[in-house]
């Protein structure tokens, strides 16, 4: 798989937005990775120093009234974005053509907007 984004600088964009997260009162779950090199079955890794040649890294963010949004974001440029919001309003996001761990950001930035709402950092999201 070509090698697009930097996949520690990535995990660095979602660490810088963990804090904001947490303080509207989201649920941060830890960086996950996978080794392209590992043997199949592949496991998810949360210490990144098991992980010798990442092809992923991943996150879950939760919400009030089981809100979720999974992230797992691909070297090569394109993520799994998946959400819950309600029975209603759950899917998947599109994300591909991420050029870099920077753009990587601004999108997370606008899908947890999209799950969440604009956040405060009293707690309260706008949903």
Known sequence: ?????????????????????????????????RDETAPWPQRLEMDRSLVNDPDSVGVLVSGPAETELSV?????GWADVDYVVG???????????????????IQLDTWVAHVFGQLSCS?????
């Not at 797992?72 to 090569?76: K, N, P, Y």
């Open 1 to 33: 798989m070509e090698r697009v984004i930097d996949l520690d600088e990535a995990a660095a964009e979602v660490a810088d937005r963990a804090p904001v997260w947490r303080a509207a009162g989201l649920t941060v779950g830890r960086v996950t990775w």
């Open 72 to 76: 797992v974001l691909f070297r090569g």
């Open 87 to 105: 029975t209603d309003d759950a899917g998947a996001l599109a994300a591909s053509g991420i050029a870099s761990a920077r753009e990587f950001g």
């Open 123 to 127: 707690g309260e999201s706008n949903l």
